[in-house]
């Protein structure tokens, strides 16, 4: 197969009507951890641009490098044992890579927040929600405590908690899981951030909740003019809130598209492969497509493409030479030997 363009990673160049709509630019991001067991070389110098006002779905396995990569941009990791190796993170003309502690600590939270996994360990039990809340109201809007109360209690009732001013008092064991995930949209949308980055926030969710979730952030989002990064392994939730897709395997992101065009024209063939082993209503099966093998052990990752093993359509050069990041369509990139 043919691409249309090709580009050489460390010859990437943004165009210019994209870099004027771009909210975050990472370019050449690559993070090890070092351990007793070796160097897992978890994330593997990706490119990825999130827009103004976008939702960019970031999908793969467990163990693709995702959160790593998100946390990366807040300066987040535990350093040791991770080490950022390259790379930059531009956010409004600045690279998050070079900001000391201080400058940090104003972005996160207020410029961009994070809504975590598991609401339960990222809230603090000794708290009430309504404090909660407000203190980040403090931090970042400088408001007084009677005025960060008042708006704190108008945030719960803007993510749908019941009797919100009564319940303000409450600490988080006394909410449910779903109500306490809408406890941390309410944290992370109260300073009116230009990027909220969603890790995988309806995981511990029952279905009938996790619609409701991501109704809410796709709703808050549009109140408030919000880019998000959601992280997920789940196709379907990002079919249902994503503006564009990236797939991350292994510590590289190997398909970049529309939402809409990587379910009619999946390009790689691990998108192919995950599409393919989700089931569909419209279609009788007699089994249920796998994905052979697993995802590899960072510390001794394969040698040329990293898919290569599980790979049905696999070539000799395959193990060889890692691909090249190739634009086969317009903002379609892909990152596979079949395509130059």
Do not use: W
Not at 69 to 82: D, F, R, V, Y
Not at 236 to 264: K, N, P, S, W
Not at 276 to 304: A, Q
Request: glycine share 6%; proline share 6%.
């Amino acid at each position: 197969m043919n691409s249309n363009s090709s580009s050489d990673d460390s010859n990437y160049i943004l165009k210019e009507s994209d870099s004027d709509n771009s909210l975050v630019s990472v370019r050449g991001l690559c993070v090890y951890f070092f351990t007793e067991e070796g160097i897992v070389k978890a994330v593997e110098g990706i490119d990825l641009d999130i827009r103004k006002g976008e939702t960019l779905g970031l999908i793969g396995e467990s163990g693709s490098g995702k959160t790593v990569s998100a946390l990366s941009m807040l300066q987040l990791l535990p350093i040791p044992p991770a080490k950022i190796m390259s790379g930059s993170v531009f956010f409004e003309n600045e690279d998050l890579l070079k900001l000391s502690d201080e400058k940090m600590r104003k972005i996160r939270g207020g410029k961009i927040s994070m809504i975590f996994q598991d609401p339960m360990t990222s809230l603090n039990p000794l708290y009430s929600v309504v404090d909660q809340i407000g203190e980040n109201l403090r931090v970042h809007r400088n408001m007084d405590p009677e005025e960060a109360i008042t708006e704190a209690i108008k945030m719960m009732k803007e993510v749908g908690i019941p009797d919100a001013e009564k319940r303000s008092k409450e600490y988080p064991h006394q909410f449910s899981g779903g109500m306490r995930q809408r406890i941390m949209i309410a944290i992370a949308l109260s300073c009116r951030p230009a990027l909220l980055i969603a890790d995988e926030p309806t995981t511990a969710l029952d279905v009938t909740i996790q619609a409701q979730v991501l109704n809410l952030i796709d709703e808050l989002k549009e109140k408030y003019q919000t880019s998000v990064l959601y992280i997920t392994h789940n196709f379907a939730v990002v079919a249902e809130i994503a503006d564009r897709i990236a797939v991350m395997y292994a510590g590289y992101i190997v398909e970049e598209h529309t939402c809409l065009q990587c379910f009619e024209e999946p390009a790689h063939p691990y998108t192919r492969d995950l599409l393919s082993s989700i089931p569909r209503v419209d279609r009788k099966l007699t089994h249920l497509e796998v994905i052979r093998g697993s995802i590899p052990n960072l510390i001794y990752p394969p040698s040329g493409c990293r898919f290569h093993p599980r790979c049905k359509e696999v070539m000799d050069i395959c193990s060889k030479v890692v691909p090249k990041r190739v634009e086969i369509g317009p903002r379609h990139f892909v990152r596979c030997h079949l395509y130059g």
